[in-house]
């Protein structure tokens, strides 16, 4: 009775342990959170800088020099930019706060998505949702705004291609 026991338990030992091996390369394997695996592959986006606040815009980083700036770096990352409204769309928005004790001082939180085409299983669906979001705050004293500024723009996106390629390098 015991021997029988051990035996249907070894059996279903191996056959779990089968379905795990056969079912393996089919799962996705990464360490990634679904936010950065969404990255994965992505060779085209369109670029939208908006709502740049006048604080910057004072400093003289507008909407155009982000732009100028960006561009270029992300086509050097391999990341073709495109017009297309089917396109993933790749946005930054500024805001910015002070606080009445601290009237020299400027917080601007700089906020890039990445809005994406996603099939929704549940519903079978097609949606644009946002699938990545990236958040920062500078803070700085108002005359210096732009140099604690102008520095961080190719830091922020350089850190947001690095992002893709470790999530492709993840999938493949």
């Not at 795990?20 to 990634?32: F, Q, S, Y």
């Not at 929704?120 to 949606?127: E, H, M, N, V």
């Not at 690095?162 to 999530?167: L, M």
Request: proline share 7%; glycine share 4%.
């Amino acid at each position: 009775m015991n021997r029988h026991r051990s035996l249907i338990a070894l059996g279903v030992l191996i056959l779990m342990a089968t379905i795990m091996a056969r079912g393996g390369p089919i799962l996705p394997r990464t360490d990634l959170s679904p936010e950065i695996y969404s990255l994965a592959n992505l060779n085209t986006v369109r670029l939208v800088i908006k709502n740049v606040v006048p604080e910057l815009e004072e400093a003289r980083i507008t909407a155009e020099v982000i732009q100028q700036q960006w561009v270029p770096a992300l086509e050097q990352a391999g990341l073709k930019i495109s017009e297309s409204s089917d396109t993933p769309k790749l946005t930054l928005v500024t805001t910015q706060a002070t606080h009445p004790d601290c009237p020299e001082c400027v917080c601007v939180t700089m906020h890039l998505s990445l809005e994406q085409s996603v099939r929704i299983s549940r519903t079978g669906d097609k949606a644009v949702i946002p699938t990545y979001s990236l958040i920062h705050t500078i803070m700085a004293p108002r005359a210096k705004l732009g140099l604690a500024f102008d520095p961080f723009l190719p830091e922020f996106i350089n850190y947001f291609t690095r992002r893709i390629k470790s999530a492709t390098a993840e999938r493949s």
